[in-house]
């Protein structure tokens, strides 16, 4: 069974930076994929990031291109978050998964574990 753990989230104004971070344990070794995902209040969970954890291949949601960067250090099974030029709308819950299958996904269904979630809050 994988264990995920965020941190990392907090409060920033607008334009500011962010580094979340996600540690996993636990069975690791079933993992193709590492992906991040957010929350807002009224809304669905949508997709924000993924990464391929042994090739490091990305992909991102349009609405974080250029602005969001997701990397991992395999050897401390940490992926992490790094938001740039933070606006108010990026303020949600934003949660790390992680994935079994072997092609990407973009989807929260096609996630088997989940972190319980760190708060990102960006003030205008």
């Known amino acids: 069974q994988v264990q995920l753990v965020e941190s990392g989230g907090g409060l920033v104004q607008a334009g500011g930076s962010l580094r979340l971070s996600c540690v996993a344990s636990?069975?690791?070794?079933?993992?193709?994929?590492m992906g991040w995902f957010r929350q807002a209040p009224g809304k669905e969970r949508e997709f924000v990031a993924a990464?391929?954890?042994?090739?490091?291949?990305?992909q991102y949601a349009d609405s974080v291109k250029g602005r969001f960067t997701i990397s991992r250090d395999n050897a401390k099974n940490t992926v992490y978050l790094q938001m740039n030029s933070l606006k108010p709308e990026d303020t949600a819950v934003y949660y790390c998964?992680?994935?079994?299958?072997?092609?990407?996904?973009?989807?929260?269904?096609?996630?088997?574990?989940w972190g319980q979630g760190t708060q990102v809050t960006v003030s205008s």
């Open positions: 998964a992680a994935r079994r299958g072997v092609v990407p996904s973009d989807t929260a269904n096609g996630y088997h574990y």
């Open positions: 636990g069975g690791t070794f079933s993992i193709y994929y």
């Open positions: 990464i391929r954890w042994s090739a490091g291949s990305t």
